[in-house]
């Protein structure tokens, strides 16, 4: 899934094994230590893996809200537009509520993304203007740099 250059159009690059491997080891450490984490999603009719969602921990040095809990979510593209992405969040959000540590969630996303950011809206998050930033990690000029900020 990560490394599907249309699933990963919103990052900078399509992520390779090891870093899609390592990543997948840090969440599981993360979940295994705070019982919270990024989920697997699956497809109800068929059982099949179709993705994540989930919270995670981020810390981006200058960024003015961090460190924070993200709420996030990734599919194949071949679940896109159905309502998936929005149903997991939805149960995320709902967990959270559960969780003292979650008080407040973050989502943050490339300005072009705007498929995440209806996402966002349709759980409940709030603009964040004042917090938007250019995400440190994606070079000057490029179109994916600056970032919207939203939170419960």
Known sequence: MSSDPITMKFYPAPH???????????????LAANHFGLWAVEEKCSNRFIGYTGIAER???????MPCYEIGWRLYRDFWGMGYATEGAQAVMHYATSVPALKVLFSYTSRLNEPSINVMR???LMPRVELDFDHPEIEEGHPLRPHIVYSS
Not at 16 to 30: Q, S
Not at 59 to 65: E, L, Q, R, T
């Open 59 to 65: 810390n981006h040095d200058g960024i003015a809200f």
């Open 16 to 30: 390779t094994a090891d870093h899609a491997r390592n990543t997948f080891e840090r969440n599981r450490d993360f």
């Open 122 to 124: 349709k759980i409940g």
